[in-house]
């Protein structure tokens, strides 16, 4: 990081002006004024054509059970209902495993493995009477043994759903046995809903010849594309996968939107008329994976100066009935359970434990965040056992650049800006100050109780399976000289297709009315990745560039011939294109160009450089680079009832070149609230019988606008271009700051750490809702917080 960074601050405004040296730019998002006025489309806002059938699950009612019998002579007879259809009535593949272990049907027929596992679909003239017809099957199972979580899963000696990890480094068993002090402990982790505005939906219209065209709220068109077509046993080119815009993904529409799509397609191709699948939320929440609850054990060495000798982890996860993407989720965990922390000897392992509960999936840090919870857990044992202020212990971890700087993984950091950062927003929040008046408060508060913690943010980018790396755009430029560009990624309110129109005005020298952006679909770039990892800009904005770039090269080289000047001096400027001393309108260059016969069309491609990874030997480099940043969070807790308040939140966040920074600080803004409501507020709860007790929003708490910090200071740190040659030296910025919601938790902590003086570590388990809050401040005030 260069000398002299500054901030920059989230009072920017969303306007047309050049800011951070011209590189980037704060234009509002693409849709929007469209969102305000309500006129923004998405799927059931489409016109629903004359025919159109309507779609209900019927859901199973056990957790694990052999399906004995299954009489749906009521529900065809019930009003309305055109068609019932059963696994028997799938065509294809009854399969949509997105990582092809076939351990995922999309309609369950001998077995049912979780409780709300979709065994039929009824389709009727309107969703009511689909609704009220899938209530009247009647269905008689033989009960088998269910699993419901971690404890069980080990002692019945679970199968895994995926291959056990270990990333090592080093001899951390050795280094432990002689380390100068050494702890143990156990943290569990709380799942997450996605909780998107817009639940799972698909809308399915049958062509000819076979064709299908589903408008799916995807995340992952072409694997929507794939699956479609495996389960209707056609060739892909039949099927055709068109998103416009979700209303929310957070990474629940990655693989989770298939089976909507899927099951819409089929009864489409099953009867000829256009069907329709949107499921109700107590369905969805029912129905859908979450993210991944963890129980992590840890085994830590140190110095008396708080430095870390060695570290064993064992991270062990809920993961469900099935594969989904519970791997390379759980694999993700271990590449972040040293977040911004360099562990001489090392060895963490995995534990992917199948489980008779919603097959768990992506979700918005895809496993990062639980492994980062462990580290900062670890940093704080140190800093409670040594009386060290937990600051210090994190400042003396850090990696380093020239040394201290190998991951667990065995790639080197080149990177490291954790040691500067760090300290920059200690000062510019003032925490060393406001930390000893918050321990001057809480030795005089016999009720409310403060607290403050700071805490980094290393984030690995890029896709671990390496082929999703890559990208494909489609750009046309028009004789009037508008542009339509078309790439690969979804929006579901992130901005990037935002951002991509902001690459082709760059390079074109045009303003927001000239560029358009056309619905994703498959039949235009083909054979896309999922927008995911927090890779949608990275890749397609490379991809959209490069598309770009051949049209320039062959308008550059076109204009040169024609005005009888140099090709270097033709450029695309706001004010149009220049030939040496002449200044001509966009337009009239395309319009010739035409005339000329030089295409003004072109697929743009992209793959990510440098990286690899082996799964079985837990080496390699899997990420491209890291985004980093720090927060500081200040809470405050009433001991009477357990509820707690963010006073103040302050955020230094790494973009690199911001490609928008209105739209990044919003990204870090709303990151950095549901990190902190995974970690405070939302809570899954399935009783015995393996039911999900929280499937509404009645009875599962998002973070509300009364949760948001009462100060809240977000900053993006300039003059810190990715070292990287991605998309004009930006970076990534969807996951990264969900991270730092984990200062809260820490926070949180803190406060509960006054209660005996600060002589122990809490030991709090997540999510902190009041009552864990609660049942933590009784443990502490009978003395039975562990000791170090």
Known sequence: MADGNSFASSATTADNGIVAGGASRSLRHESAAMHVQGSASYIDDLPEPRGTLHLVPG????????????????????????????????????QISAVGKGDEPLLASDLVSFYGQ????????????ARRAARLARIEYEE??????????????SPMVWRQMEMKRGDAVGALEHAPRRLSGRITVGGQEHFYLEGQIAFARPGEEGEVHVISSTQHPTETQHMIAHVLDRPANLVTTEIRRMGGGFGGKETQANTCACLAALVADLTGRPAKMRLDRDDDMTMTGKRHDFVIDYDVGFTDEGRIVAVDMVLAARCGWSADLSGPVI?????????????PDVRLRSEPLRTNTQSNTAYRGFGGPQGVVAAERVIDEIAFATGLDPLEVRLRNVYGTLDRNVTPYNMVV??????ELVPQLARRCDYARRRDAIRAFNASSPYLRRGIALTPVKFGISFTATHYNQAGALVHVYTDGSVQVNHGGTEMGQGLHTKMVQVAMREFGLSTDQ???????????????????????????????????????RLVAFAAAHWNVGEDAVRFLPDGVHLGEKVIPFSHLTRQAYFARVSLSANGFYKTPKISWNGETGQGRPFYYFAYGASCSEVVIDLLTGETKIDRVDILHDAGQSLNPALDIGQVEGGFVQGAGWLTCEELVW??????????????????????????????????????????????????????????????????????????????????????????????????????
């Open 59 to 94: 859901l199973s009612a056990r957790a694990h059970a052999r399906v004995l019998s299954m009489d749906l002579e009521p529900v065809r007879q019930a009003e309305g209902v055109v068609g019932v259809y059963t696994a028997t009535d799938i065509p294809g593949e009854n």
């Open 118 to 129: 979709p065994l039929f679909v009824v389709a009727a003239t309107t969703r009511g009477a």
């Open 144 to 157: 088998l043994p269910a699993i419901l979580d971690v404890a069980q899963a080990r002692e019945a000696g």
């Open 331 to 343: 694999d993700r965990a271990l590449f972040h359970a040293d977040n911004a922390y360099f562990y």
């Open 414 to 419: 080149e990177d490291s800006i954790s040691a």
């Open 515 to 553: 560029v358009r952006i056309t619905a994703t679909t498959t039949g235009k770039v083909p054979n896309t990745s999922a927008t995911a990892a927090s890779s949608g800009a990275d890749l397609n904005g490379m991809a959209v560039l490069d598309a770009v770039r051949r049209i320039k090269r």
């Open 687 to 788: 009783d015995r019988a393996g039911r999900l007790r929280t499937h509404a929003p009645s009875t599962y708490k998002i973070p509300a606008c009364s949760d948001r910090p009462r100060i809240f200071n977000v900053n993006l740190l300039e003059n810190a271009p990715n070292r990287e040659q991605t998309i004009f030296r930006s970076k990534a910025v969807g996951e990264p700051p969900f991270v730092h919601g984990v200062s809260v938790f820490m926070a949180i902590s803190d406060a509960l750490a006054s209660l005996d003086g600060y002589r122990t570590c809490p030991r709090l388990d997540a999510p902190a809702t009041p009552e864990m809050i609660l049942r933590t401040v009784e443990r502490i005030r009978h003395g039975n917080a562990p000791s170090t």
